[in-house]
């Protein structure tokens, strides 16, 4: 039976790739509670949409078929995959709203004219090629907000407390737990003030207790190997995937990281464990706003010195 054309359910089932064949169209089905023959609603995917599945987004989609409980995606491939309805999303883009069309045709526009001194012998600047692939912009994103004029909220529920497998200090914190809430962040300040071990602290949050998958990307590959070699220093190698060009790809799919976690399991319950993290949480939270404030006494202290230094030699004098 045509999967693009409709769906058998026998008793919740999908069978029908089952159905060999079926001379009438629609094909007689005999009535029964336990047999259903769905029809679909099709919907083509075009260039300025996306199809998401839990929240990632699948890639090559043509179309997809609307059968109730159940949504069919086709992909160009000839390939055909059914999931339940509640799992599938399809989204259009920003673009389709002419203003914020318009600003993206100015940036391709000038992005034809972006060329490197590395650039000039190439016929195509790489900005240029990247904004030509740049067809779908979710409206969730920063991005979209900006195109369209809209304010950027920070109002992103966080459902956990966090957590700080790395070192960290106050400022780190109030760093991260803004990041946690924003749809962006800019977390900025001189080297050596800690500015990657926010970042692995906000990896740790958003890849374990969200469960989401994360992309770390830079304009040199110096910063990404920083990120990638602290973790691998602290045993956490196989959370990392070096991508980006095929020669990572195929280097990284060819030895596959080997992990062992047997150290990490533990008779105590999850939510028993949780409860003890956040007791410890709050008592070296205590300490390190007790540390800072001796550090302000401290520096006042000093001013207050210098000063009677200065006045004992005037009275002195």
Known sequence: MDQERFMMIVKGDDKTQDVSSNE???PIVRKSSDIQLLTPTVQDITEDMAVFHDGYPFYNVVRVLDLGPKIR?????????????ERIQVRSSSTQNAEGRQILDYWRAISKCAKSEDEQGNKEAFLAKQFAKLNYIDPDS???????????????????????PFRYNLSQRAALEQALKSP?????????????????????????MQGKKVAIVSGNNAAVLNVQEKMERQGYHFFVAS??????????????????VSEWSSDVPEGELNAKLQDLDQRIHRLMELDREKAQLMQKLSAYLLEQEHFEHYYAR
């Open 73 to 85: 995606v086709c992909f160009n491939n000839g390939s055909i995959r059914t999931y339940d309805r």
């Open 142 to 164: 920063a991005l979209s907000h900006y195109l369209l004029k809209k304010p950027i909220k920070s109002d992103i529920p966080v459902t956990s407390e966090p957590i700080f």
């Open 243 to 260: 991508l980006g060009n095929q020669e990572n790809k195929k280097k990284f799919f060819a030895n596959l990281p080997n992990w062992d």
């Open 184 to 208: 962006i962040s800019i977390i900025e300040g001189p080297p050596g003030t800690g500015k990657t071990q926010t970042i692995l602290n906000i990896l740790a949050n958003l890849a374990v």
């Open 24 to 26: 009438k169209d629609p």
